[in-house]
Structures are given as C-alpha cells and as structure tokens.
C-alpha cells in the first residue's frame, strides 16, 4: 500500500507527488533553524546536500510503497506550501503510521501543517489504515508539537531508543 494521499483536498490545499522539478523551490526550507536536527539529518551538512538527502529518502519511499511526503499546493495562490504525508515507521521494532509534515519557513504559523496533517489523520481512519497514527517530533521542536496537539494527539512516548533519543511520539487512536 503506498498510503498516498494524492489529488486529496481540503479548504486551502490540494496534495500532489513530489517532482524532481521541486527541488530548487523546497531548497529554502533548509534555511530554517534547527531543520537537519529536527528531520535526523546530519547538521554538519550543506543546505544542497540536505535537500539531496529528503528527496532520495522521498524518491526511495514512493519506490518501496512505504508512504511518502505530498507537496502541498495553495489553492488560491498555487504555491508550494510544504510537504504531508502518511509514512510507514519503525521505531523500537514496531511498525508505525505517521503522519509527518515540513512547511516552507515563510509559511510558518499560518496553520497550513495543522490543516493537512488533519486531513492525513482522517483519511487514514476513514480508509481504515489503522487504528492509531503517530508523529514522531524532536523535543526542542515546539511548532510541530503544536501541530500534532491540533491534530488531537497526546504524548505517548518520549526518550525513544537510539537514534532517535532526542524525539518523543505522540499518537492519536481511531475513535471506536
């Protein structure tokens, strides 16, 4: 199952694949602080090698159908907003459903994350994928768990196994 959520809308955004042509348009994303940190990326990096690396890591999920990041598009506008998607995670030998997301820095705060981070939430258990549905966040990441508090999750795990000590999950359960 790729858990794609292609051609989904919702009031202000319209979820399609990731293009190679996208490339020079998320490369400011990596601008922002903290980022290579908060995606488990190597910081010593250049802001070129780090955009290499998310798209071979987006390129390689689409291929092997384990989920993947949507560009998201601004209706109104057509802008390129950021990414969202349904990933396949295993974290401590256990495999997940998360639902990740990245906004371009100069589209922060405008809830655009909130927005279709919902809209993966509820197609999942609409599509009956699971039964719950995590996001894995770095603790010094206080937006994104902004974002999955909005999307009704709680925390459910902190202190998560190497490599990922530094990130806490938080889960929401499909309501019976």
């Not at 990596?30 to 940190?37: R, S």
């Not at 290499?52 to 291929?63: A, H, I, T």
């Not at 820095?105 to 939430?121: D, L, Q, R, V």
């Amino acid at each position: 199952m790729n858990y794609l959520l292609t051609g989904e809308e919702t009031e202000r955004l319209t979820f399609r694949l990731l293009y190679e042509d996208d490339y020079d348009t998320w490369l400011p994303f990596f601008d922002g602080p903290n980022v290579a940190k908060f995606l488990l990326l190597d910081p010593s990096l250049s802001k070129k090698d780090l955009c290499d690396k998310w798209f071979e890591k987006c390129m390689m999920r689409y291929d092997k159908k384990l989920g993947g990041m949507n560009v998201l598009i601004e209706k109104t506008s057509g802008e390129f907003i950021g990414h969202c998607g349904l990933l396949i995670q295993t974290i401590e030998d256990v495999d997940y459903l998360e639902v990740g997301y990245s906004i371009l820095p100069k589209f922060w705060g405008k809830g655009y994350a909130s927005e279709a981070a919902i809209k993966c939430k509820n197609f999942t258990f609409e599509n009956n994928y699971r039964d719950s549905l995590i996001s894995i966040i770095h603790k010094e990441n206080i937006g994104s768990r902004k974002v999955a508090i909005n999307n009704g999750m709680t925390l459910y795990k902190n202190n998560l196994k190497s490599p990922n000590q530094d990130f806490e999950m938080y889960r929401i359960n499909k309501a019976k």
